[in-house]
């Protein structure tokens, strides 16, 4: 199983029109659009899961670039994602207990 990153969709992408765009190349396990939290507006980007591997990688060299909705898709294996450091600074610092 492969996760595949898929960077420049339209914000009207729909999982539907990624996933056709996949099965092209192999089964899809997974379609996932990333949204804004708050909003719930679409934020670009996505990722696909694809059974073979063998699969997905001939699905990545074959979109990377490819047209859909107007925007060159940007489709690469995806990263895991990356902990983040405990949090951040905060400031330097106070004068007179004020910011």
Do not use: C, H
């Not at 934020?43 to 059974?51: D, I, N, Q, W």
């Not at 107007?70 to 895991?80: F, H, K, Q, Y």
Request: glycine share 16%.
């Amino acid at each position: 199983m492969k996760n595949i990153f898929v960077g420049n969709l339209s914000f009207g992408a729909t999982e539907a029109a990624v996933r056709s765009l996949f099965e092209a190349y192999g089964a899809v396990e997974r379609v996932s659009i990333v949204t804004d939290r708050d909003t719930g507006q679409a934020r670009g980007f996505g990722f696909v899961e694809m059974s073979s591997n063998s699969d997905a990688d001939r699905a990545i060299a074959e979109l990377n670039g490819r047209d859909l909705d107007g925007r060159a898709l940007n489709v690469n294996e995806a990263r895991p994602k990356t902990e983040r450091g405990a949090g951040g600074g905060g400031g330097g610092p106070r004068r007179n207990n004020r910011w």
